[in-house]
C-alpha cells in the first residue's frame, strides 16, 4: 500500500524516490489543473519536489512552488488557489526518510483520491504535447498567510501582553515562518534552531526527551512560555514558564478546555489513543467527545461531520474549523498565545487537568507483516477488556485501557496504555507487550 496514515513515507531512495515522486506529480495534474509544491529542509527535499513538478508538468498543469515552508502553509495555498497541493515532507521521522502529503482545497486527500492516485502511479504516465507542457513559477503566499492566523485568535490581548516566547523550529520546515507569524503579532522571539535549516540537530519529533535543551533556555531567557514544532510544522508543542513540556494529552486537554470558553459549541473531536484526561475535560465542561482513528485526516473529517469546535490527537496535532481543514501547527502555536494573554501562565491553565499513568512504545517489524502480527494478536485470548475496533485493537478495562494498533508511518505496532494506577499499567504493558513482540519474533 503506497499511503499510510498520513500520506507516502519511507527510506529515500528505497521506498521513496524520485521516480515516485514524477509518478504521484504525474497522476495529479493534467491540462489545465494547476498543483501547488512545498517542501521541508530535509537534503532530500529538492530532488523530490523537482521530480514530482516534471512529472505535474509533463501531463500538462502548471505548477507553483512554494519553496521551503510548513505542511500548514501549503494547505491554506491550495485552500486559497481552490486546487490540489504537494508537500515534501516526511514529518518528524529522521532525516534519512522522506515522503509526499497531499492536500486539496485546503485538507489532506481523502482515501478515495488516495487511491486514484495509487491506481495511476501504475498505470501509464500522461503525456502533453510539446506545445501544452506544464510550466512553474514561483509564489509567496506566507505574508497572507500570517495575518490569515493572527485574524483567528484575539490579537488585541496577544499584543497586549507583550508576550516573550522560545520558538524551536527544529531547523525544519517552520524555521522561517514561525518568529515572523509570532513578531507579527506583537511578541518578542528567541529563536532556536531557526538558523541553519536542514541541520537537525535535535530529534524532528518534539517531545520531553528530544526539548530539554529549550526547556531550559525557556527559564534561562525568562520566557513566558515556548513552542516547539516537529519536521513539517503541523504539530506545535508547548513548554511552560517552568521548563515544563506540557504532556501531549495535557496539552489537548487545555486546548478543549480553551475552546470551550470560546465557543458554546461543546462538540470535541479526539482519536481512540487520547487520556481519558482528554474526555473528562470535556464532559466536565457539559461537552461531548467523537472518537475516530489515528490520522488528522480522520479528525478533520469528523470535525466537519459534526460541525464540531474544535478537533486533536496526542500528538500535537490540531484541526480548527474556522480554518483550513487540517492539522494546523501554526494556528495552534499562536492560539497558545492567545491561552497565555487570556488564561495566564501555562503552568496554571494545566494545573485542574487530572493526569493518569500512560505509556506509548512501540516494536519495530517489517512493514509487510504488520497486517498478518494484528490478526494473529486479534486470535489470542491474553487480552480482556471491552473490544473496541475502530482503529487496531483497544481494550478497555474498569481502570484503563490498552491499545495495539499498526504504525501509519513507521514499520512498527503501537502500543497505548494508560491505568489509574502505575501497577495497573505496568501489567498491562508487560502483558501485551510481551504478545506483541513474541507475534513479531514468530512471524520473522
Not at 183 to 202: I, M, W
Not at 283 to 294: A, K
Amino acid at each position: 500500500m503506497l499511503f499510510g496514515t498520513s500520506g507516502i513515507r519511507g527510506l529515500y531512495g528505497k521506498e521513496v524516490a524520485a521516480e515516485l515522486a514524477a509518478k504521484v506529480g504525474n497522476a495529479m495534474g493534467g491540462a489545465g489543473r494547476k498543483v501547488i509544491l512545498c517542501s521541508d529542509t530535509r537534503q532530500t527535499s529538492p530532488i523530490l519536489a523537482g521530480a514530482l513538478a516534471a512529472g505535474a508538468m509533463q501531463s500538462g498543469a502548471e505548477v507553483i512552488d512554494l519553496g521551503v515552508g510548513p505542511t500548514p502553509l501549503l494547505a491554506y495555498a491550495t485552500f486559497v488557489e481552490k486546487c490540489d497541493g504537494a508537500m515534501i515532507t516526511a514529518s518528524h521521522n529522521p532525516p534519512e526518510y522522506n515522503g509526499i502529503k497531499l492536500f486539496s482545497k485546503g485538507g489532506e486527500y481523502s482515501k478515495a483520491q488516495e487511491k486514484k492516485v495509487e491506481e495511476a502511479v501504475s498505470s501509464d504516465l500522461k503525456k502533453a504535447p510539446w506545445d501544452k507542457a506544464g510550466q512553474k513559477g514561483r509564489k509567496d503566499f506566507s505574508e497572507d498567510y500570517i495575518k490569515f492566523l493572527i485574524a483567528r485568535v484575539d490579537s488585541q490581548a496577544i499584543g497586549k501582553r507583550k508576550i516573550r516566547v522560545l520558538i524551536d523550529a527544529g531547523n525544519a520546515a517552520a524555521y522561517s515562518i514561525a518568529p515572523r507569524l509570532f513578531e507579527a503579532a506583537g511578541c518578542s522571539v528567541v529563536r532556536v534552531n531557526c538558523d541553519k535549516p536542514g541541520q537537525f540537530t535535535r530529534n524532528l519529533e518534539p517531545k520531553p526527551s528530544t526539548l530539554s535543551e529549550s526547556a531550559a533556555l525557556v527559564v534561562k531567557e525568562k520566557c513566558d512560555f515556548g513552542i516547539a514544532f516537529d519536521g513539517d510544522g503541523d504539530r506545535a508543542i508547548a513548554i511552560d514558564e517552568k521548563g515544563v513540556v506540557l504532556p501531549l494529552d495535557t496539552q489537548l486537554a487545555v486546548f478543549c478546555s480553551h475552546m470551550l470558553s470560546r465557543d458554546h459549541n461543546k462538540k470535541f473531536v479526539t482519536t481512540v489513543e487520547a487520556s481519558l484526561s482528554v474526555r473528562e475535560t470535556v464532559e466536565r465542561h457539559g461537552g461531548r467527545l467523537f472518537i475516530t482513528p489515528v490520522g488528522s485526516l480522520h479528525v478533520a473529517d469528523e470535525v466537519k461531520r459534526q460541525s464540531a469546535a474544535f478537533g486533536g490527537e496526542p500528538c500535537g496535532e490540531y484541526v480548527f474549523p474556522f480554518a483550513t481543514p487540517c492539522a494546523e501547527g501554526l494556528l495552534s502555536a499562536i492560539m497558545v498565545a492567545e491561552i497565555f494573554a487570556q488564561r495566564g501562565p501555562l503552568s496554571g491553565a494545566s494545573r485542574g487537568i487530572k493526569a493518569h499513568h500512560m505509556a506509548r512504545t512501540k516494536y519495530k517489524c517489517r512493514a509487510d507483516m504488520k497486517g498478518e502480527i494484528m490478526r494473529k494478536i486479534s486470535e489470542k485470548p491474553q487480552l480482556e477488556g471491552r473490544l473496541s475496533t475502530v482503529d487496531g485493537l483497544r481494550y478497555d478495562f474498569e481502570d484503563g485501557w490498552l491499545l495495539i494498533r499498526p504504525s501509519g508511518t513507521e514499520p512498527a505496532i503501537r502500543l497505548t496504555a494508560e491505568a489509574k494506577s502505575e501497577k495497573k499499567l505496568s501489567e498491562i504493558v508487560q502483558r501485551a507487550g510481551n504478545l506483541i513482540m513474541k507475534e513479531i519474533e514468530s512471524a520473522h
